[in-house]
């Protein structure tokens, strides 16, 4: 079944490696900015665990002779790691004096609009189907596109503003 999915995780994989270097870039470009306000830390590593989780689920899934329930699994456990990475970075920029500056209320906004529950709910629904032998790959399909989409408005707003 995963074989039918091959030039998705390809493209899917292949954006995501691109934004993730784009990232490195953007980030480097504004690193003062950056650095000196953790929320926008957080937001740039928010925006990395985006970039990563489709990067990573495309490498999962051209892995060869891989069961459909390993796969599953292997979904599962992505999304509580990503979830734990996800809610970690966003208590780490919380814990910070929350000013009413202009950088505090997009960080604010972002956090507001980040897909990052959805993205995890529908990995694990993905993850859970595989393994009861159902295909759960659509799901996956669509956490990586909203990922990647979630991705790009993170590092658009936080770039820009």
Do not use: K
């Not at 990395?48 to 292997?74: K, W």
């Not at 599962?76 to 970075?89: C, F, G, S, Y």
């Not at 209320?105 to 032998?133: E, F, H, K, W, Y």
Request: proline residues 3%; glycine residues 10%.
């Amino acid at each position: 079944m995963a074989q039918d999915w091959d030039n998705f995780a390809v493209i899917a994989g292949s954006a995501a490696g691109a934004l993730t270097g784009l990232l490195f870039v953007a980030v480097s470009l504004n690193r003062d900015r950056i650095a000196g306000h953790p929320a926008l830390r957080a937001q740039a590593g928010q925006t990395l665990v985006l970039f990563l989780l489709p990067l990573l689920m495309s490498i999962m899934l051209v892995i060869p002779r891989t069961s459909a329930v390993s796969l599953g699994a292997e979904f599962v456990v992505l999304a509580a790691v990503a979830a734990t990475v996800l809610t970690a970075i966003a208590h780490g920029g919380r814990n910070q004096p929350a000013g009413d500056d202009s950088a505090a209320r997009l960080a604010r906004l972002i956090d507001r609009v980040s897909p990052n529950l959805l993205t995890m709910l529908l990995i694990v629904v993905g993850g859970c189907l595989q393994i009861a032998g159902d295909d759960g790959l659509y799901w996956v399909a669509a956490a990586a596109v909203l990922c990647l989409i979630g991705g790009v408005v993170n590092a658009w707003l936080f770039l820009t503003r």
